[in-house]
C-alpha cells in the first residue's frame, strides 16, 4: 500500500531536496551577475520602467575586486557544506520512495489533479486519451492539421511584428519580446471532473502554452484588455471583491437567490464575434500604445491559428478560446459583457435586482418569481447564441466561488463553501518547506475562514474543523492553535479593507536558491561573506542586504504526472523491432572512430564513478564529448553538427598548431605546449540531447549539459583542459 500512502501526502508534497554542488554554484553565479548589473548601471539616471522587454543574457564585463572576493568565499564556504558529512532527515519511507519508481514505470495509467475539490485521480491511460480524442472530434471546435505547423506560423507573426517595427507601432525592445526564435509547441491536457462522475469523469481541456509561438502577443494583448475588464459593471476580480460588494447590499425578502454557469464558455465563442467584441472595446479607450487594428490583428492571429498537439498529432482550434492562453480570460470576459448588454440584462429586465459575474460563474438576485426565473433561463438557452447556461437557485442559500450567501435579516451573510467532493488536501507538515512557511500556510488558511464567514460562530466552527485538519496532517497541535489564536485577532471588516492584500515590491537583492539541508547554513555564509561588500562603500548596494528567497523543490506533481501524454505505437516482436542497445559504438572504420572509446558506460576521470550512455555514433549530433591526452588532463566539449565533423576540426587544429607553432583553441594549445603525437588523440560521446517533441532551444539545451558536464568531471583549468564555464546558458 506504498502507492496509497505516498498519493495521500498530495501532489505538492515536497521530498526532501539533497543540494548539489552545481545548483549551489549556478544560485551564486546567478547572484555574482545581478551585482554586477547593479554596479555596472550604477551612474544611468533612473527610466521609467519597460514593460515589455524580452529577457537579458547580458554579463558586464569587468567584475569589481569586492564582489570576486565575496563570491569566491562564499563558493567555498558552500562547497565546505557540501563535502561535510552531515544529518540526513528524509521525509518519505524506503517504501513510499519505491512507489514513485512504481508509479513512474507504470505506463497503463495516468494521475492528474481533480478539476476541483483538491482530490488526485488516477485514470487508466487508454480511457484518459479516448476520452480526449473523443472531445477533438468535434469538428465544430477542433480540426485535425497534416503536420507541425510552426514554421508556417511563425513566417506569418513576423511579418505582422515587422510591419508594426517599420510603421513605428512597437520599438526594438518590444519586437525582442514578441519574437519567439525557438517556439514550443502547444499541447493539450485534461483535469477530470470529478464532481460530474466519479466513475467516468469528463475532462476540462487545458492547453499548455509556455514557451509557445504565440505566448508574448497573448500577454501584450492583455495588457490593452484587462483594464477594460477591470471597469465592467459585472466584473467580480476575487473572493474578497465579492464580499466586499455584498457588504453593504440589501435584498428584497421574497427574492431568489440564483447562480448560472456558461457551459464551455473558452470553446464556444466565435471568432468573428468575440474579435468585434474586442475592436468595439478597445476603441471605446484612449489605448496608450500601438493601433487598435494591430491589437486585433494580433488576436486574429492567436484565434485563428490556435494549434496545439495530442499525442503526436497536430489540431486547430476553430472556435473560441484556448483555456490556458494568457488572453483567454479577457477575451471571455468582454465576450460575456456584450452578452450581458445584448441579451442577458434586457431579457432579465427590473427583475435582477443584483447581478456580479467571475468570467463563467454568474450570480444574480432575482426580484420575481421562480417561475419567471425558470423562464427567463429557458429564453436564454432557446436562442441562437452559443452561450447556454446552466441554473440553481433557492429562496435562502446559494453557492457561489468559495462562499456559501444565505439570507441574513435585509441583507445577505457569507460562509466557506466546500464541494462534497472536496478532500483534506492541505499540504503535509512533512513536506520538505522552509520553516517560516508552515507558519504562513497555517495563518492564511485561518484567515480565509475568518474572511468568508460574516458569522463569528459559524466561522469558530469552521476555524475547529480545520485545526483538526491541519492536526491530521501531520502540524504540531501548539503551533497550529499558535496561528490560530494569531488570526483570531482579525475580523471580516480587517481583512476586506482596501490596500490590505496590495504587494509590496520586491527587495534591490535577491539571492534565490533551493530549500535543502544545508540553507541554513547558506543564510549564515551569506550574512558573514556580506561584510567584504558592505566594505566597499563604492558599490551602490554596499549599504543594503540581501534577501534569501527559497524556489520551490520537486514535489510528488513534478514527479508523477505527465501532461504531455504520448502513447507510441505498437512494435513487432522480431529481433529487428527491439531497442538499440545503448551505449557508444563505432562504425566501420572512420578516422574519428580509431580514436574513440566505445562502450555502454564512461567512468569519471577522477573518481571513477560510472555513467550510462545514449545510443550514439560518430554520426550523431548534438552531443557532449570528452577528449584527454597521454598525460590525463580531460577535456570536455560539444558538437552540434555531426561528432565526426567535430572530432576533424580538433585533429586540424592539433596539426596546424604542431605545424605553425600557434594555437587558438585549448585543445590544440595544450598538445603544442607538450608536444604531444596527433595519434594520441583520444575522445568518446558522453552524453546526447535528442530532438525535443515540442521543440525549443536545442543549441541551449547543449550548451547547458556541457557545462553541467564541466563542472561535474571537473575539467576546469587546472585540473582540466576547459578554460570557461559558460554559466550564461542559465540566464
Known sequence: MGESRLLNRGLKFVPTNWATP??????????????????????????????????????????????????????????????????????????????????????????????????????????????????????????????????????????????????????????????????????????????????????????????????????????????????????????????????????????????????????????????????????????????????????????????????????????????????????????????????????????????????????????????????????????????????SHDTQTIDFLDVTLYKQGEGLGTTLYKKPTDKNSLIQAQSHHPTHMSRGVLYSQFLRIIRNNSDRNMAQTQLTTLTEQFVARGYDRTLVIEQRRRAELKTQDDLLKPGLNTRRAPPDLIFSTQWTEISGETKRALRNRWEIIQSDQSLPFANQRPLLAYKRGRNLGDLLVTKDVFVPPRTGTTWLDRPLKKGCYKCAGCLTCSGMLQGAQFSHPSTGVKFDRHRVTCTSDHVVYMAWCPCGLYYVGKAGTSYRERMNNHRCAIRMALTSGKADQPVARHWLKLKHSLPQFRHMIIDHVPVPRRGGNRGLMLIQRETQWIFKLDTLAPKGLNETLPMSSFY
Not at 487508466?124 to 476520452?131: A, C, P
Not at 485534461?190 to 499548455?208: D, E, F, V
Not at 464556444?268 to 474586442?278: D, F, L, N, Q, S
Request: hydrophobic share 40%.
Open 22 to 391: 552545481f545548483e549551489t554554484y549556478k544560485d551564486i553565479h546567478k547572484f555574482k551577475r545581478q551585482l554586477k548589473l547593479k554596479d555596472f548601471f550604477k551612474e544611468q539616471a533612473p527610466t521609467t520602467p519597460v514593460i515589455f522587454k524580452a529577457k537579458s543574457t547580458f554579463d558586464p564585463p569587468n567584475t569589481a575586486p569586492s564582489i570576486s572576493t565575496f563570491t569566491h568565499l562564499l563558493s567555498r564556504d558552500l562547497w565546505k557544506l557540501h563535502n561535510t558529512k552531515m544529518n540526513h532527515f528524509a521525509n518519505l519511507t524506503r517504501v513510499e520512495r519505491e512507489a514513485i519508481k512504481t508509479l513512474q514505470a507504470d505506463k497503463d495509467i495516468i494521475i492528474r489533479q481533480a478539476d476541483k475539490g483538491g482530490g488526485i485521480v488516477i485514470l487508466d491511460k487508454t480511457y484518459y486519451v479516448d476520452e480526449i480524442t473523443k472531445q477533438l472530434s468535434d469538428t465544430d471546435t477542433y480540426v485535425r492539421l497534416k503536420g507541425d505547423p510552426t514554421v508556417k506560423f511563425k513566417q506569418k507573426l513576423d511579418t505582422l511584428i515587422n510591419t508594426a517595427v517599420v510603421a513605428g507601432w512597437v520599438d526594438e525592445n518590444t519586437k525582442r519580446f514578441l519574437t519567439t526564435d525557438f517556439p514550443k509547441i502547444p499541447f493539450l491536457y485534461t483535469l477530470p471532473k470529478i464532481h460530474k462522475s466519479l466513475s467516468a469523469p469528463p475532462g476540462r481541456p487545458i492547453i499548455s502554452a509556455v514557451g509557445s509561438l504565440f505566448q508574448p502577443i497573448a500577454i501584450f494583448i492583455d495588457h490593452y484588455l484587462q483594464p477594460i475588464v477591470q471597469q465592467m459593471d459585472s466584473y467580480v476580480k476575487d473572493t474578497t471583491h465579492l464580499l466586499t460588494m455584498l457588504k453593504e447590499l440589501r435584498v428584497p425578502p421574497d427574492s431568489i437567490l440564483a447562480t448560472m454557469d456558461v457551459s464551455s464558455l473558452y470553446t464556444v465563442i466565435p471568432h468573428e464575434a468575440g474579435i468585434a467584441v474586442c475592436r468595439e472595446a478597445l476603441s471605446r479607450i484612449q489605448v496608450d500604445g500601438p493601433p487598435v487594428e494591430f491589437l486585433i490583428a494580433l488576436l486574429d492571429l492567436i484565434l485563428s491559428h490556435n494549434y496545439f498537439m495530442f499525442n503526436d498529432k497536430f489540431f486547430l482550434q476553430v472556435a473560441g478560446t484556448a483555456m490556458g492562453s494568457n488572453v483567454a480570460p479577457s477575451f471571455a470576459n468582454l465576450c460575456m459583457e456584450s452578452y450581458e448588454k445584448t441579451v442577458f440584462l434586457p431579457r432579465g429586465g427590473s427583475n435582477i435586482y443584483f447581478y456580479k459575474r467571475y468570467i463563467d460563474d454568474l450570480l444574480l438576485v432575482w426580484g420575481g418569481t421562480a417561475r419567471e426565473l425558470t423562464d427567463f433561463h429557458a429564453s436564454l438557452n432557446e436562442g441562437d447564441s452559443p452561450i447556454k447556461l446552466t441554473l
